[in-house]
């Protein structure tokens, strides 16, 4: 039987599987058999695509042909003008923001242009759970080359010549990460993947291991073979259902082919993966908390040193990394350190995952070169903000990240010059913000959330983010002091200087950064007693304009009407007054006038 | 296929390479059969058939087939566009499975254009 001339890559990530993917999957099914196409057209789910504020989406190939936001209902025709006619359907095409002619092929779509992928090399093109599409796209012959011409101090001196940098957060020299833990006593060591991925918002791994598990599987195997291990395991977080059920489908295929287990590819090498899930706390993504986790006890970190290199896992000697860095090894091996090298600015090599999240049009999952610009990633991948609102800031690195203002946006992304402006680059999350965000209210947002994942540990973490968010919570309703904002930065300083683990050192990033980039924000609240970007609503005054309520509205009273606590006055056809002390500010009575006559202050 | 030795990688990347070419959309030839309503009227899903057969039967790994809609000339149809790597497109007129075929083997891979099937050379201009 003839093979298929077309492939529907339907994406089959979470995102778009909680948007119905599945369900258009089965449409298609459906009006494929009705037009009798099943041998011409293959149906096929693949991982996540990364523009995932467009999903459901399919990719038709061999025509590039990028389809999204489907349901159900347009299979039909899509399949009739499409695969039958040969028409694509320009309707279902992407069109960019504040344009007209929409962008049939996926290769031309601003989102996708400026991206390079490494680690996401496969997204989208295989089928996660087909082992030999990993393998049809060279998967595994990195492994290959590596067990049966190299030798393990060979490998690692590639890595290190690579530049490759951690991607979990710390950016520590993976290569160097690697020697310390071959260079350490004892037979027994371990590898760990460390899948937690506790940033909210962030969702590089578990698009990685959804999309392409095994290059994680090939990446930890050839970490094992360099150190010295045996034993892997993957420290996946329990709240990633469809990446845990693909990883470990992804294992026992593996194991099958014996690309797992005793003797891999003939050589007396052997490795086993073991799968370990989270239960719940961000601490655990912290290594030596993680460790702990996996060894049965309370997630608390440790002080470091020792490092894990030296004593980790049951005190053996472990390296851990992060879901992308592993995901570049088998890449890097391939092609070799120059060409990584080649990638990115001096001191970060290669290219890195974002999630591109918050006031953007694009929202999705970008992998970029080292050095490209936050205004590239913002405005030519992400497509700028919408509504046509104004940029504020983006907060990079996840809650532990700092808020980079408009003034920094030519930035060039990399470890270093994040740091420096006093973020980090972290897991990779991106944050964008408008003018309609309050800065302290989102430090206060982010605050909350390391506050109560503090392990409680140490004096500095636990109660310190504590009184941190406490004065936030206070300036926002507007009991702020002067002397708040100098206690909010002594205790910022002290609680990132004494903490023992990273989440204590980090968690004051986004009040540091806030304050500094934004302090006059924080004076607003303060001493004025007004929120600039209308947002903390306990400082927010609601009045009515009497002329335009009159003159345009001529008093209809529908804000009277919608008031949940009774507190407009006014007779139809009269202007209408706010009482201000039963006032609760909800903004119903805004969003419920069509003459633009309710005021926010 | 039990425990892989390194040669089986080869061989299963061999064994999926018309998947992986397929999925890159990148060939080293290209056959577009013109559809449209007035295309299948003609006959365009039996030639687009044949054409699958056809590579098929030649185990060819990197030839794409793909479909588009009614190229304009509706008195011709079927008809269907060659593109090699690096030549100008041909169209071809009044088709069927035994012409197909025949034009599958002598210019998509063997590089002869076959004229008496040939409408023309290249392709209108867009814009």
Redesign the interface.
């Known amino acids: 039987m003839a093979e298929h001339r077309t492939h529907l890559m339907i994406c089959a990530g979470t995102g778009c599987v909680s948007n119905g993917a599945y369900d258009v999957k089965t449409a298609l099914e459906r009006e494929i058999a009705k037009h009798g196409l099943e041998h011409e057209v293959a149906i096929v789910t693949t991982g996540c695509n990364g523009f995932c504020a467009q999903g459901p989406i399919v990719v038709v190939q061999p025509d590039g042909i990028f389809y999204q936001l489907l349901d159900e209902k347009v299979v039909p025709h899509l399949v009739e003008e499409h695969f039958l006619k040969g028409r694509p359907v320009e309707n279902l095409m992407y069109v960019p923001p504040e344009e007209e002619s929409p962008v049939p092929r996926m290769r031309d779509i601003g989102f996708f242009k400026k991206q390079r992928l490494i680690a996401l090399r496969n997204r989208g093109v295989i089928d996660p759970e087909v082992i030999d599409e990993y393998i049809g796209r060279d998967g595994y012959r990195a492994l290959a080359k590596v067990v049966t011409e190299m030798t393990p101090e060979e490998v690692i001196q590639l890595v290190v010549k690579s530049g490759l940098r951690g991607r979990g957060g710390a950016g520590f020299l993976t290569g160097e990460k690697w020697r310390l833990a071959r260079k350490s006593e004892g037979a027994e060591k371990y590898v760990v993947c460390n899948a937690d991925e506790g940033d909210p918002g962030a969702f590089m791994d578990r698009s990685i291991v959804e999309s392409d598990p095994h290059t994680v599987i090939e990446g930890l195997t050839i970490g094992a073979y360099a150190v010295g291990a045996r034993e892997g395991f993957v420290y996946i977080r329990n709240e990633y259902p469809l990446a845990l059920e693909r990883l470990q489908l992804a294992i026992e295929q593996a194991k099958d082919y014996g690309l797992l287990g005793e003797n891999i590819f003939g050589t007396d090498f052997s490795f086993d993966i073991h799968v370990h899930r989270g239960a719940g706390a961000f601490v655990c993504g912290e290594e030596t908390a993680l460790i702990a986790s996996i060894e049965g006890k309370l997630g608390n970190p440790r002080q470091r040193p020792p490092y894990p290199v030296h004593s980790g896992l049951w005190d053996k000697p472990t390296n851990i990394n992060n879901v992308e860095t592993w995901s570049n090894i088998p890449m890097i091996i391939q092609h070799g350190a120059e060409w990584f090298s080649s990638i990115g600015t001096e001191s970060s090599k290669g290219t890195k995952v974002f999630s591109l999240v918050g006031q953007i049009n694009n929202t999705g999952l970008v992998e970029v070169p080292m050095g490209i610009t936050l205004r590239e990633i913002i405005y030519d991948i992400g497509g700028g903000i919408p509504g046509g609102k104004k940029f504020k800031a983006v907060q990079t690195g996840g809650p532990s990240g700092g808020c980079i203002p408009q003034e920094l946006l030519d930035l060039p992304i990399d470890f270093e010059s994040l740091w420096e402006a006093g973020s980090m680059m972290g897991s990779g999350g991106l944050v964008v913000m408008d003018e309609t965000t309050c800065m302290v209210d989102i430090a206060r947002y982010f605050l909350s959330f390391t506050q109560i994942e503090s392990c409680g540990k140490c004096v500095s973490c636990r109660d310190g983010t504590k009184w941190l968010l406490d004065i936030l919570t206070k300036i926002c309703e507007g009991k702020g002091t002067p002397e708040d904002l100098s206690t909010l930065e002594h205790i910022a300083n002290v609680v990132k200087d004494a903490s023992l683990c990273g989440l204590g050192q980090t968690a004051p990033n986004p009040v540091l950064t806030t304050i500094k980039y934004f302090r006059n924000e924080y004076e607003a609240h303060i001493n004025e007693k007004k929120c600039p970007a209308k947002v903390c609503k306990a400082l927010l005054t609601f009045t009515i304009n009497p002329e335009q309520c009159v003159e345009a509205g001529h008093g209809c009273h529908q804000c009277a009407r919608s008031c949940p606590e009774a507190a407009i006055t006014g007779d139809k056809g009269k202007a209408h007054r706010i009482i201000e002390d039963k006032c609760i500010k909800c903004g119903v009575c805004h969003d419920v006038c069509n003459f633009n006559a309710v005021m926010v202050e | ?6 040669s089986d ?1 080869e061989k ?2 061999e ?13 080293n030839a ?1 056959v577009i ?5 007035c ?2 009227a003609a006959g365009a899903r039996d030639v ?2 044949a ?3 056809e ?2 039967k030649k185990g060819l790994t990197d030839v ?7 190229a304009g000339l509706c008195s011709r149809e079927p008809m269907a566009t060659v593109e090699r790597k690096g030549q100008p497109p041909v169209k071809y007129v009044d088709l069927n499975d035994e012409k197909i075929r025949r034009i599958l083997n002598e210019h998509v891979v063997g590089g002869t254009i076959v004229e008496e099937f040939a409408l023309a050379i290249g392709s209108e201009q867009m814009h």
């Open positions: 296929m039990g425990k892989l030795k390194v990688l299963i990347k064994r999926v390479r018309r998947t992986t070419t397929l999925r890159d959309g990148q060939g290209r059969v013109h559809m449209g309503t295309g299948i687009i058939s054409l699958m057969d590579v098929e794409i087939l793909t479909t588009a809609g009614c």
